[in-house]
């Protein structure tokens, strides 16, 4: 695995610096704003070693709270600013420590949030600035076990009063509103091993991750008394798990890891065993484990109101509240050639997975250099000259890019050239699940086993005497009945 997150490739950067009238030629380094870095260092005294996690941590909740003020324009799409974050880790290795470090700094940052926008009981509506405008209350959705109705909400039947009908009464669901969407154990939402209550699960989370601006973020489900049920889920996703089984299934055939900021890592036997005597050494002893939360929320809520006041003193338009030098797109295109490079030289298998994450983390890179600059000292001192993203935010956020998109590589490869399943093997028992995608299904989303079958073999990658064999190696990816099959959660798969 890499992990020196200030490990730069050969290649030189070449941008024009606004500051300077000479081109600038020279690799650069940057640290991350300074909040972002003592809030890392306070982090990894409680969870050793997990130096990207702990720093990711903290623009998961900065791009929560400022969603509402930023818009990120790219031609003719937009993006908001929140960070969905999924860490897949060896259990035991502190991913449960850096939750038990960041909710009670969510905690307190919600409690400031609600106090201040008086959402202290639940959203509210307002007037601002010629708008109407729902402010949500702040809290956060951390639950392991749920049903739809508990996920989304439901509606409640009244009896009739004299004779005359009665509305129903909407509940909202535990989803519904704005702060952190918590999943301490991933595994079991129903994305790597779906179960009946969860089947949509992939479903609701690939929804609310979608953009903020326009309307597809909404959830919206027809419930069988005839009402529509949406739930308006603003939330932001930090999410933690082992390495579960059939990962590189998931992420090969499904949609929803994509979508997220994916930090992999087997810890070696070694790290672990250094952990394990760190742990023996303390016996015995105690210490002060105390986090300084108020001061961590203090940073964040003070930067959620200068946001807040940039954003209204410009027409209340989110995309007016930072402005972008005209040199960030080329830096962003210089990132974009070294996370080529680094895949460059992969297997083809390994290159083509790893390179479906590429769009989704080319906006995350533009998502965290927007986080950076409003993050930045000047940027709390106030002042509107200091909400320009340039190239210094776009290295600052390869940083973090950088590393989740080298561990995923890096897993790619040794799950698949060392895990005892040779390449050529993985291509044989997947291409069921490539060649299904491109296949017309019938109104309940199904192919005949058959038609795939025969499908299959026209692609040569299998032979005739193989297909038994390799399908029995896939079958769990599909919902299958008697003879018809088809991807489980398809609309997830592929994209």
């Known amino acids: 695995m890499t992990d020196d997150i200030n490990e730069y490739i050969d290649d030189a950067y070449e941008f024009e610096d606004e500051n300077l009238e000479e081109p600038v030629t020279e690799i650069k380094r940057e640290n991350l704003p300074y909040a972002a870095q003592r809030w890392a260092k306070d982090c990894l005294n409680v969870s050793h070693g997990n130096d990207i996690p702990a720093e990711i941590s903290f623009f998961v909740l900065l791009g929560q709270v400022v969603k509402d003020f930023i818009r990120i324009p ?53 007037e601002e600035e010629g708008r109407t405008m729902t402010v949500p209350k702040y809290d956060i959705f951390s639950i392991t076990e749920y049903t739809d109705a508990a996920l989304i909400g439901y509606y ?55 953009t903020l601006e326009g309307e597809n973020w909404i959830i919206k489900k027809k419930l069988k008394e005839g009402d529509v049920m949406e739930c308006r889920c603003e939330r932001s996703v930090f999410a933690t798990t082992y390495v579960p089984k059939h990962l590189k299934d998931v992420i090969a055939e499904k949609g929803v890891l994509q979508r997220m900021l994916c930090y992999v890592r ?27 939360s108020a001061i961590h929320a203090d940073t964040i809520f003070t930067i959620y109101k200068k946001v807040k006041e940039q954003f209204i003193a410009n027409g209340s338009n989110p995309f007016n509240t930072v402005k972008y030098s005209r040199y960030w797109a080329g830096a962003l295109e210089l990132e974009y050639d070294r996370m080529l490079n680094r895949s460059a030289d992969c297997p083809p298998y390994v290159r083509e997975t790893a390179e479906n994450f590429m769009t989704r983390m080319l906006k995350i890179l533009q998502k965290l250099s927007v986080l950076c600059c409003i993050a930045s000292p000047p940027t709390i001192n106030g002042g509107e000259e200091h909400y320009i993203v340039g190239p210094k935010h776009v290295r600052q956020a390869y940083k973090l890019t950088q590393q989740c998109y080298n561990t995923l590589v890096d897993w790619l490869e040794l799950s698949l050239k060392g895990g005892g399943v040779p390449l050529a093997q993985q291509k044989k028992e997947l291409i069921w699940a490539k060649v299904i995608k491109g296949m017309e299904t019938d109104a309940e989303g199904y192919v005949l086993k058959s038609a795939l079958t025969s499908e299959v073999l026209k692609t040569k990658v299998v032979g005739k005497s193989q297909a038994y064999t390799y399908f029995n190696k896939v079958k769990h990816l599909f919902d299958i009945d008697r003879n018809r099959l088809k991807l489980k959660q398809a609309k997830g798969f592929g994209k």
């Open 74 to 126: 790219n031609g003719t799409n937009t993006e908001d600013t929140r960070i969905h974050f999924c860490w897949i880790q060896t259990s035991g290795t502190g991913k449960s420590t850096i939750w038990n470090f960041l909710k009670p700094i969510t905690d307190g940052v919600n409690e400031r949030i609600n106090a201040f926008e008086g959402t202290t009981q639940g959203a509210i509506t307002i």
């Open 156 to 210: 409640e039947k009244v009896e009739d009063v004299d004779g005359m009908p009665s509305p129903s009464i909407r509940h909202a669901g535990a989803l519904e509103g704005s702060g952190l969407a918590h999943w301490d154990e991933f595994e079991s939402s129903g994305i790597f091993a779906q179960t009946t209550h969860k089947q949509n699960a992939v479903v609701y989370l690939q929804t609310f991750m979608n």
């Open 266 to 292: 087997a810890v070696p036997s070694a790290d672990q065993d250094k952990m394990r005597r760190m742990q023996l050494s303390r016996a015995g002893k105690r210490e002060d484990n105390s986090i300084p």
